[in-house]
């Protein structure tokens, strides 16, 4: 592999590790040679994750809740000490909530305030506050890549998601805004960018986009009809763009949000 693509030695990091989308992602960086530590809601599911992967190279992890800030300094020490760098943060925890989600009957004035907090917590300060700790270390370092998760919903309005829809939005302008201050305030290398994946099927989503009988919803056919390519995604096409974010083949990409959608966002529909 041409080595400006190359990853290999670097150390990432990557929340929601024990996810679809992040164990995804730490699988495709252990193949290429990356470490990875994963950071999950859960031990378990970290212990299980780290388990299924150990076999594709180094790679360690922790529960640890997102939202606290001492934790994730807890984390970084831990990181730090077994192996002395932090080169890559993968940003990949979030995701809706039951509760997040209005069902087709519901509008706006039926959401619970207190599932959407939930929603905007995790998907915004989810990512925020992850890159306060461990962007520090790349700040210090004068090097560093940074990845958040965004999505189609930021895009344009996507129908009974509102709380995601606000939190996405957020972390689009937020990746904008970090990449700016990296850039300007420490280091050119410091770099800060966001994939924004179209449509996956995944635990979260699997009941509003396939039928008990394996047939598609009739949400899934909407997104189906405005996907040019004209299918679903597979989890494992987000990988090469995420190596290539990280790797120094991306050394003047900064402050983008890249959809990898199948050409959702680009088509009108017409």
């Not at 209005?102 to 305030?113: A, G, I, R």
């Not at 190596?243 to 959608?261: H, K, N, R």
Request: proline residues 3%.
């Amino acid at each position: 592999m041409n080595e400006m693509f190359s990853i290999a030695g670097k150390v990432a990091v990557v929340t929601g590790g024990s996810g679809v989308l992040g164990s995804n992602i730490a699988r495709g960086f252990l193949q290429a040679g990356a470490k990875v530590f994963i950071i999950g809601a859960h031990q378990d599911k970290v212990d299980g994750m780290i388990k299924e992967l150990e076999s594709l190279g180094e790679v360690a992890g922790k529960a640890c809740n997102v939202l606290d800030v001492d934790s994730l300094h807890k984390v970084k020490d831990e990181i730090l000490s077994h192996w002395g760098q932090i080169d890559i943060l993968i940003n990949a925890a979030g995701g809706n909530i039951p509760g997040g989600t209005l069902t087709p009957e519901q509008t706006f004035f039926d959401m619970k305030v207190a599932d959407l907090s939930k929603v905007v917590d995790l998907n915004l300060y989810g990512s925020v506050y992850p890159c306060l700790v461990f962007g520090e270390v790349m700040a210090k370092n004068g090097k560093g890549s940074i990845v958040n998760v965004s999505s189609m919903a930021s895009f344009s309005a996507i129908t009974r998601v509102p709380g995601y829809s606000i939190a996405k939005s957020g972390i689009e302008i937020f990746t904008k805004w970090l990449a700016t201050e990296m850039a300007q305030k420490f280091n050119e290398q410091i770099r800060v960018n966001a994939i924004a994946p179209g449509f996956f099927i995944g635990n979260q989503n699997r009941a509003v986009l396939i039928n008990p009988d394996g047939s598609l919803t009739d949400r899934s056919k909407k997104v189906i009809a405005k996907t040019p390519m004209g299918r679903f995604g597979n989890i494992s096409e987000l990988n090469g763009a995420v190596q290539f974010l990280c790797s120094d083949a991306a050394s003047f990409v900064t402050g983008i949000v890249m959809p990898i959608d199948g050409g959702f966002s680009a088509f009108s529909g017409v």
